[in-house]
């Protein structure tokens, strides 16, 4: 057979085309792949590269960037679950409630094994106002990831917003499942049992606490005291009684054990124990406080008394550098009416903090009752230095000073609380009132009568204002009409007053209607079980008037022996005349 040699080189050079041709295109897809791969390294570190830019800007809260970065991440790598989550977080902060729904169930979608997408997921339902949908979250979590167990406790509040209680105890069982006896899983277990009026449940809860913590006292006594709330004394007491026999000087007990008398009104049972109980310094203040504030409210009360003296005094002497337990002895001290006592307990419980403005308060009150101007000046000062602002405190300076005849220094103390008192109409008409009489000492009679006149503007028939105004312009001998008609209103309102009826009467005296004011001031010494030095001196005066001197003389000797007459009055005795 004879080759035909030409059609071998064409075969062979055609095998080899196709060869070559295959090597080549092998070639090239080797290259493409190598390419593709490069390029979707690429593409991913720039993904990582925006997503820990997202996370940068993030912590210095310029969220617009960071929410930019974690958008062009996600251009990049659609599946970044992270880059998701990290949206989420910021569009909840952001409020934009739906948007972070929306991104926390792409993270969830791209990884359902991560427990902080599940709880942004339901945090955002509920900020949007899907507590259901939180709940079903929630729960799912717990199923598919390992999410720790105190989760069930945001579960059970979940179910509570939803009035779900059956779902939420569940809730609080699976928790004590996981955590065993659990504080602070028991109380909201109680609280749902009280809630359902289910007491035998909740103090089953409580009594968990207590025999798996034997040694924690606190647990035993919180059931004492669950017993006292529902009312069921004799248990309460047989518990506590029991409780004492192993500690017999715990306070707290021995107070739990006075409420227990308390409420079988066996009072002086429940004083022996409140009194071992306020003397111990081993208990909180605060309870005693409360106890013996609350005890004070019952006043008056006789035998209450003499309990409540020995308590506040034990308060002291337990907590003997806490100025609420000086405080509360002058509260004590107060309500029995032993106010010089009480002043001097407030001002040791400012001894130990000056800064309670009540004390201060009750403090400078009792010494403007007590007459203590000095003090109470000096006090009105020290307390300006800490509470510059309050209006009451430059009132009791005005006060005091004004009652001292230092007009200058009320002048300046009223006028700066008036200031502060702009506000207030009431407390403005007081300040005017104290001012009308500290521009009238000053003889700056128009800022007198402008004062008055501005407080009887707001309080038309105040006594204090109608007296002192018309008083001081019948001293005057000034605007008689306008005194008149405000003293005859002065004694329509309180027509059985002394003091108040002399004002009346010398009105008409300086009116020279003589036998009218006597009438009047007959009738005030009638009203007046130890008339003043200054109504017998009118009397005398007006006795005078009407010829009758030696009544007059009398009247003035009378007067002498009192307080508050003019410095005339021996004069008048002595030349047995009248000088004005």
């Known amino acids: 057979m004879i080759i035909n040699k030409h059609r071998i080189l064409k075969v062979t050079v055609l095998t080899y085309l196709l060869l070559a041709v295959g090597m080549s295109f092998s070639y090239a897809q080797k290259k493409n792949k190598k390419a593709s791969a490069q390029a979707a390294q690429l593409k991913s570190g720039a993904a990582v590269d925006y997503f820990m830019d997202g996370v940068r800007y993030a912590l210095t809260d310029d969220n617009a960037k960071a929410v930019s970065a974690f958008e062009q991440s996600l251009r990049l790598d659609p599946k970044n679950a992270a880059a998701h989550y990290k949206l989420a977080e910021i569009l909840l902060q ?17 990884d359902k094994s991560n427990e902080w997408y599940y709880m942004i997921l339901a945090e955002s339902q509920l900020r949007s106002g899907n507590a259901s949908e939180a709940a079903a979250t929630v729960e799912t979590m717990l199923s598919k990831t390992k999410a720790p ?7 059970a509040q979940l179910y509570l917003q939803q009035n779900q209680v059956n779902k939420a105890l569940t809730a609080l069982d699976n928790a004590e499942k996981a955590l065993g006896v659990d504080e602070e899983v028991v109380a909201l ?32 006594l919180r059931q004492a005291q669950l017993l006292i709330n529902l009312d069921r004394k004799a248990e309460a007491q047989k518990y506590l009684e029991s409780y004492l026999k192993k500690n017999p000087e715990d306070p707290e007990a021995l107070f739990l054990m006075a409420k ?23 208990m909180a203040i605060e309870p005693k406080l409360q106890e013996a ?52 307990q407030y001002l040791k419980a400012l001894e130990f903090d000056e800064s309670n403005f009540e004390v201060w308060q009750n403090a400078l009150t009792l010494g403007m009752e007590l007459g203590r101007f000095d003090s109470v000046a000096k006090e009105a000062d020290e307390a300006l230095m800490l509470f510059p602002n309050q209006a009451a405190l430059y009132y009791f300076s005005g006060a005091a000073n004004l009652s001292l005849n230092q007009y200058d220094e009320a002048v300046m103390a009223l006028e700066q609380g008036k200031k502060l008192a702009a506000s207030n109409k009431q407390l403005s008409s007081i300040f005017n009132s104290h001012l009308g009489d500290a521009y009238n000492g000053l003889k700056r009679y128009d800022l007198s009568d402008a004062a008055y006149e501005a407080a009887l503007a707001i309080n038309p028939n105040n006594p204090y204002i109608l007296n002192n105004y018309s008083y001081y312009l019948a001293l005057r001998n000034d605007k008689l009409q306008q005194a008149l008609e405000m003293s005859k209103k002065l004694v329509e309102l309180e027509p059985e007053n002394p003091n108040y009826l002399d004002t009346h009467a010398w009105v008409y005296y300086q009116l020279k209607e003589y036998d009218k004011a006597r009438n009047i001031l007959e009738k005030a010494l009638k009203h007046a079980d130890d008339a003043d030095g200054t109504i017998l001196e009118h009397y005398g005066d007006v006795l005078f008037q009407l010829n009758r001197k030696e009544e007059a003389v009398q009247q003035w000797k009378k007067a002498k022996d009192k307080n508050s007459t003019s410095e005339l009055i021996d004069k008048k005795i002595q030349d047995q005349k009248l000088y004005e």
């Open 94 to 110: 952001q409020n934009q409630y739906d948007q972070a729904v929306d991104h926390a169930r792409q993270a969830l979608a791209l």
């Open 149 to 155: 167990p105190h989760n069930y406790l945001k579960l």
């Open 189 to 220: 277990k109680q609280r749902l049992y009280l809630n359902q009026n289910k007491p035998e449940e909740a103090l089953a809860e409580g009594e968990k606490l207590v025999s798996n913590f034997p040694h924690q006292n606190i647990y035993a």
């Open 260 to 282: 227990t008398y308390e409420q079988q009104e066996q009072h002086n049972k429940a004083g022996d124990e409140l009194l071992k109980a306020f003397s111990s310094p081993g």
């Open 293 to 344: 504030a609350q005890l004070i409210s019952q006043l008056p009360n006789v035998e209450l008394e003499a309990s409540l003296l020995q308590l506040t005094n034990a308060i002291k002497e337990a907590h003997p550098e806490d100025s609420r337990a000086y405080a509360i002895s002058g509260d004590y001290l107060l309500a029995v009416n032993r106010k010089n006592e009480a002043r001097g």
